[in-house]
Nanobody, 123 residues
């Protein structure tokens, strides 16, 4: 199995910064894309940012210029640096990883999710 463990959420004032981390562990052959999603109460889960194994990135329009996604392939870890935070960024943030395992003599790709970390932006 594969586990994704997130950290770094919390309460911050508008205009402040937070850095989220997500470390993957377990029986991993390869991690392809990794990303961050968020879900506010009563809303659908939405993509925040995504990064491929080669470093190509995608951002939601609402966070472009404020958030930066990065990854350390040696540590199987993805980060989300969030600057100039706004109250509308308040949500539970979830890490996602497309992981390929080697099982029973064949490759087994699957998407995994973290348990979520709460980010609250409020004065």
């Amino acid at each position: 199995q594969v586990q994704l463990v997130e950290s770094g959420g919390g309460l911050v004032q508008p205009g402040g910064s937070l850095r989220l981390s997500c470390a993957a562990s377990g029986s991993i052959f390869r991690i392809n894309a990794m990303g961050w999603y968020r879900q506010a109460p009563g809303e659908q889960r939405e993509l925040v940012a995504r990064i491929t194994s080669g470093g190509s990135t995608t951002y939601a329009d609402t966070v472009k210029g404020r958030f930066t996604i990065s990854r350390d392939n040696a540590k199987n870890t993805v980060y989300l640096q969030m600057n100039s935070l706004k109250p509308e960024d308040t949500a539970a943030y979830y890490c996602n990883a497309d992981v390929t395992q080697w099982r029973n003599g064949q490759f087994d790709p699957k998407a995994y999710w973290g348990q979520g970390t709460q980010v609250t932006v409020s004065s």
